[in-house]
């Protein structure tokens, strides 16, 4: 079936940088772009950028511009979240998402803690 | 960027209720809106596409309306598995922002 699995939950400290996959399986990778989407603890769906798993572009929100950065592989049909400069606003659930909406990974927990 | 309007934040409801929950964006999208719904702990899950269509498999107490700025979510007769948070978004325009989520409890 059609699904999306994430890697688990990270701990890292103020400053550091964290890389959260994203493993599609049951459908073609390079056919759908990938979404990033954060929530923190008690709040709504934050939308962080996209990537287009064929061509390797990207979009980032104005708010991630210069700490993220979306990739893939597409031989092993994965796709990557990595945002550095850590700080403890960043404490959330990360999720990756499939174009249109309808596929989601169950999300990884980011924890930044000193 | 299109900023996402979503009211009311929380409501109450007895079970078999109709239930309303409205979404205004900012600027003319079109039909580009999703709806989800998220319980506790899982990731969110779309309902509706492109304003009023239904997502394979969702009941058909979920419907959704609207185009241009302004849409709305209902649910024809609210039942106890529908207890979740509700969001929009929308997808005319990058970034495809979401609406602030509506919680929906059984009263």
């Known amino acids: 079936q059609v699904q999306l699995v994430q890697s688990g939950a990270e701990v890292k400290k103020p400053g550091a940088s964290v890389k959260v996959s994203c493993k599609a399986s049951g459908y073609t990778f390079t056919s759908y772009d990938i979404n990033w989407v954060r929530q923190a603890t008690g709040q709504g769906l934050e939308w962080m950028g996209w990537m287009n798993p064929n061509s390797g572009n990207t979009g980032y929100a104005q708010k991630f511009q210069g700490r993220v950065t979306m990739t893939r592989n597409t031989s092993i049909s994965t796709a990557y979240m990595e945002l550095s400069s850590l700080r403890s606003e960043d404490t959330a659930v990360y999720y990756c998402?499939?174009?249109?909406?309808?596929?989601w990974g169950k999300g990884t927990t980011v924890t930044v803690s000193s | 960027d299109i900023q996402m309007t979503q009211s009311p934040s929380s409501l109450s409801a007895s079970v078999g209720d109709r239930v309303t929950i409205t979404c205004q964006a900012s600027q003319d999208i079109s039909n580009y809106l999703n709806w989800y719904q998220q319980k506790p702990g899982k990731a969110p899950k779309l309902l509706i596409y492109d304003a009023s269509n239904l997502e394979t498999g969702v009941p058909s107490r979920f419907s959704g309306s609207g185009s241009g700025t302004d849409f709305t979510f209902t649910i024809s007769s609210l039942q106890p598995e529908d207890i979740a948070t509700y969001y929009c978004q929308q997808y005319d325009n990058l970034p495809p922002f979401f609406g602030g989520g509506t919680k929906v409890e059984i009263k």
């Open positions: 998402a499939r174009d249109p909406g309808n596929v």
